[in-house]
């Protein structure tokens, strides 16, 4: 087993290049480079874990500007609602008024057609009484012979045909 | 005959041999040959940065290369999050090396280079590789330890919940097997690398032998064991990465012990 048998004569080199070698090995590849590996590495994630924050963010913005949206739509949908209902209740009211208005212009018209009506039949009513009033004089003269005055006539007739 | 034998020695392969007239050079007194173990650690070292500096673009979307150092990174950055906390992340540079480096000397050390004559050497297959680095590893758990809890770093060898009658007892044991750490730690590495390399080794002398003693051995012994070697081999690729794991992740243990007690 050369290990041991060699172990007197060789023991100083195997250990003085070891150290040289692993120290070279430690202050260039362990302290030199894999510090700077490393922190290229850490760069990396570092800049990872920013995108995706900023990822992150740029979505919950997403999110909070479609909630406005959102929010602002349906604001929009109630005042054209209010709009509408407003305006139907204005046009309903317009046209009640309106349609009152007409109401009003016919119930005059009505009356005065009435009014109208009833002048004429008291002046035709009247006009009876005078007509038969004179017929009643004319009448009595005739057949009586008697003069009567037109108002003695008058009154007879009105009372004659408050009677009647 | 006799140099072919010595050739199939399983192992040979872990001998260790001065390169270039190196034999004899010193330093204060101790012999530092550079050594074929020291070249395929220097291979070793040399991927490993070739490899790092390749995922070093920096880019923001990664290419493929980049996405495998960021994946060895994220794995070891991961055990220490996962096993000490936020605290975890200062002791990423060692722990990165330390993952990186066995796992690139194990599977160096699987290259199928024999085939153009040239031989890997397998250095985490000597236990005074191993051996150091866990020296490492618990001299980093020692000092941190003791740097941030002092004396009452003690108190990890007596568990919480313990009965004071046992307290004596315990601490014993704890100690114990807190001495017995880096050994475990070294010994499991090196027994598990040398083991696989001299049962493919094995394998490979069957098919050499058995093929040699003609068709009707090559049948019965060579071809299974063949293709034996081609699932052992991939079972040693796991192998390399699952003990360079268990190491790296045996540190990070310890360091979590000294780090956050218990």
Known sequence: MPQIAQLAQTYSSQIFWLLVFFGIVFVFVGRGMVPKVMSTVDLRDQRISG??????????????????????????????????VEAKAKAAADSESKL??????????????????????????????????????????RIAGLKVTAAKA??????????A | MAAEVAKLDPMHQFT?????GSADWTLAGFNIAFTNSALWMAFAALALIVFVAGGMKRELVPGRWQMAVEFFTGFIDNMLQANIGNNGRKYMPYVFSLFMFILFANMLGLLPLGVIGLHPFTFTSHF????????????????????????????????SGTPVPMIPVIFVIEIFS??????????????????????????????IDGTNAGPLWAGVVGLPSYLLMIGI??????VSGIQAYVFALLTVFYINDAENLH
Request: a negative charge.
């Open chain 1, 51 to 84: 995108d995706l924050a900023a990822a992150t963010a740029a979505r919950e913005k997403a999110d909070e500007e479609e909630e406005n949206w959102r929010r602002r739509e349906n604001e929009n949908r109630a005042s054209a609602h209010a709009i509408v």
């Open chain 2, 16 to 20: 260790i041999a001065p390169l270039g």
């Open chain 1, 100 to 141: 009152a208005a007409a109401q009003k212009r016919l119930d005059a018209k009505l009356a005065e057609a009435e009014a109208d009506i009833d002048a004429a039949r008291v002046s035709a009513l009247a006009e009876v009484e005078g007509v038969a009033a004179e017929a009643a004089q004319d009448i009595v003269q």
């Open chain 1, 154 to 163: 008058n009154s007879a007739v009105k009372k004659a045909m408050s009677d």
């Open chain 2, 178 to 207: 807190f001495i017995l750490r880096p050994f475990s730690l070294a010994l499991r590495l090196f027994v598990a690398m040398m083991a696989g390399h001299v049962l493919l080794e094995v394998l490979s002398s069957f098919v």
């Open chain 2, 233 to 238: 081999c991939a079972l040693e690729i796991l």
């Open chain 2, 128 to 159: 005074t590789v191993t051996g150091v680095l866990a020296l490492i590893t618990i001299s980093i758990v020692l000092v941190v330890g003791f740097w941030k809890h002092g004396l009452h770093f003690f108190s990890l060898f007596v568990p």
